[in-house]
């Protein structure tokens, strides 16, 4: 299974961005797909999950900001970031799970600065 991500990139501090991420490589699709981050020198962190089911988890810090969609006839997963804050700044990384094994993405760098 291979996840190709794309949309990070510079945004000034409240912007917005939309992160995403297809799923190809197998003829079953993901269960779980969604997005991790991680920031220079901290540990790799859940964004946010969309399970099957349509079962959603946000981290604490964006609930309310980020929104997680998927169009599961093009097996892609999205993250809607709005208000973004300079802390945010990270590599995001898609993330799914199928068949009994997590897979990851290359990650899409965010840069949250003025």
């Known amino acids: 299974v291979q996840l190709q991500a794309s949309g990070g990139g510079l945004v000034q501090p409240g912007g917005s961005l939309r992160l995403s991420c297809a799923a190809s490589?197998?003829?079953?699709?993901?269960?779980?797909m969604g997005w991790y981050r991680q920031a220079p020198g901290m540990q790799r962190e859940l964004v946010a999950i969309l399970g099957s089911g349509g079962i959603t988890t946000y981290a604490d810090s964006v609930k309310g900001r980020f929104t997680i969609s998927r169009d599961n006839a093009e097996n892609t997963v999205y993250l809607q970031m709005n208000s973004l804050t300079p802390e945010e700044t990270a590599l995001y990384y898609c993330?799914?799970?199928?068949?009994?094994?997590?897979?990851w993405g290359q990650g899409t760098q965010v840069t949250v600065s003025s």
């Open positions: 490589g197998s003829t079953s699709s993901p269960t779980i």
């Open positions: 993330y799914a799970r199928l068949s009994g094994r997590g897979y």
